[in-house]
């Protein structure tokens, strides 16, 4: 590490700080992915399909979501048209 | 009735045939009766780990097949009393192993020994798989690094979903993090995760962390489990770590950067 580097690592946050951020959002993404049930993908694709008979969109326009509260199970259902 | 414990990754290469070996001779050095099974199949390698490959004449797919029995397969640790080898078969049917056939060959091993160790082979696919099925804890090997890391908590989500234990309903499979191959120095210069972060991130119970060492590979070319170099720091860090596996409560060690001497250097402590 030359005095230049120490100068800049002031500034720039570690790469170790770096590699913590990207795995905590990619480890959370992975496992609200795991706890989603098995229908969820099928179910969107029928989804797409769907909206598709009346606008065209592609398959990334349409995200969906399943978040489970104590109470309740809230599907979250995304859908982005395309410019008229 | 044994308690089966699996050690497992995910990513390849991360230290879990060492880890299976050190901990493995580690629970026999403290008087219970213990095998170690490799699961790898096709790429036999604990027995080498263990010094006792020219002592392989049958092996588990034979067991499973009912080829041979499971006295004459079994390999007698030369060096720790209580301790057998269960060799992985070097066959290339990936599919020799069966849910059936492991369950028979843990079953019968249960009667006999208190603790029955499974060493994983990489991946999350089937292999894996299958050595998680049956188990009761999980050693979670992982290296302070960004894919080994991810690939843990994968495999814990399979350890939660497809394990007997979790499709039957049962108690969670117990988990345990090991962190192997630690750098104080690195860590110290920010230029690798530390402890602190991994527990963070994978949220499950530290076992150990098990430094970098020079004398993992020396104890490898012998055919030693680095366990029972009580010279090395790795060889201390897996006692500690199955002294807490036994639920005895042990500060963690090796941790700091240390300033190494010349000599120390040269000897590779
Ligand atoms: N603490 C350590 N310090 C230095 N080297 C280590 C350490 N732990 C493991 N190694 C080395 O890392 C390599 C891989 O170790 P090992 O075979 O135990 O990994 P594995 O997870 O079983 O691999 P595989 O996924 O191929 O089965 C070996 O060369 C071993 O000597
Ligand atoms: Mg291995």
Redesign the pocket.
Known sequence: MGIFDYFKSKAEPSSASVAKDRLQIIVAHERTKRQQPDYLPQMQQEIIDVIRKYVQIGSEDVQIQLDNTDECSVLELNVTLPDQ | MAKIIV?T?G???????????AIGTGIALKGHKTVIIDF?VG?R?LDL?MGCERRVVYDFVNVINKEATLSQTLIKDKRTKGLFILPASQTRDKDALTIEGVQEVLEELSKEFDYIIC?????IEKGAQMALYFADAAIV?TNPEVSSVRDSDRILGILQSKSKRAEEGKEPIEEHLLL???HPERVALGEMLSVSDVEDILAIPLLGV????????K??NQGTP?ILETESE?GL?YTDAVDRLMGEEKPLRFLEVQKKGFIKRLLGG
């Open positions: 050690v990754s990513k390849g290469g991360v230290g879990k045939t060492t880890s299976s070996a790898d790429l390698n780990i060493d994983s082979p990489a991946g090997v192997t191959r630690y098990i430094p970098e060492s020079e004398a993992v590979l104890a490898s680095v790795a860090a």
